[in-house]
């Protein structure tokens, strides 16, 4: 999935993908410590792009 970090962490109206089904995460610097760190925690690579 290519999400920046303005995108993580917030509720929208659409899922695309359930956490469960998102294997790796490419995203930008913004993302937080604690954000990278539950993502890591539910498997999923984040990419720092």
């Known amino acids: 999935m290519l999400a920046d ?3 993580i ?3 929208a109206s659409m899922r695309f ?3 469960s ?3 790796v ?3 930008d610097s ?3 410590d604690d954000d990278a760190s ?3 925690a539910a498997d999923v690579e984040v ?3």
Do not use: M, N
């Open 5 to 7: 970090s303005t995108k």
């Open 9 to 11: 962490g917030v509720e």
């Open 17 to 19: 993908a359930a956490l």
């Open 21 to 23: 089904e998102v294997d």
């Open 25 to 27: 995460l490419i995203t």
């Open 30 to 32: 913004g993302i937080s």
């Open 38 to 40: 539950a993502l890591a």
């Open 47 to 49: 990419v720092i792009a």
